[in-house]
């Protein structure tokens, strides 16, 4: 067989392990995102926002905010007259502009906001 060949099978080998690799990570994420909600919706139950586990230290109910702009003219002027036109640039870092959401309890024109629970964990020193 040729180095070409060799290389070539060696290529398509690594390109369908990668392929499963990528499809078992999806369905292990699958898992993860299924178990997240069952663990939120049992810590909400209890009332708890955190617990500690002698295996697996505290975890954790965070919530979080994200926003992405849909609309720059409407955003920007609802910014601007709302005192934080002073973050509005070329481009506004999506960390920037969910943290200036968190703060917001109403919507904001031309920005699509969607807020999530999840489960966070913090290791045992």
């Known amino acids: 067989m040729s180095a070409r060949q060799q290389l070539t099978e060696k290529f398509v080998?690594?390109?369908e392990q990668k392929a499963e690799i990528k499809k078992q990570?999806?369905?292990?994420?699958?898992?993860?995102?299924?178990?997240?909600?069952?663990?939120i919706n049992c810590m909400q139950n209890e009332e708890l926002e955190s617990f500690k586990d002698e295996?697996?230290?505290?975890?954790?109910?965070?919530?979080?905010?994200?926003?992405?702009?849909?609309?720059?003219?409407?955003?920007?002027?609802w910014l601007r007259k709302n005192g934080y036109g002073d973050v509005i640039k070329e481009v506004i870092p999506p960390s920037t502009l969910s943290a200036i959401m968190r703060e917001i309890p109403d919507e904001v024109p031309g920005v699509h906001?969607?807020?999530?629970?999840?489960?966070c964990r913090r290791r045992k020193s």
């Open 25 to 39: 990570l999806s369905d292990i994420q699958v898992q993860i995102d299924e178990t997240e909600e069952q663990l």
């Open 13 to 15: 080998a690594l390109e």
């Open 55 to 77: 295996r697996f230290g505290t975890i954790f109910l965070r919530n979080s905010c994200h926003a992405k702009i849909q609309d720059s003219f409407e955003a920007f002027n």
């Open 113 to 119: 906001r969607y807020e999530f629970i999840q489960v």
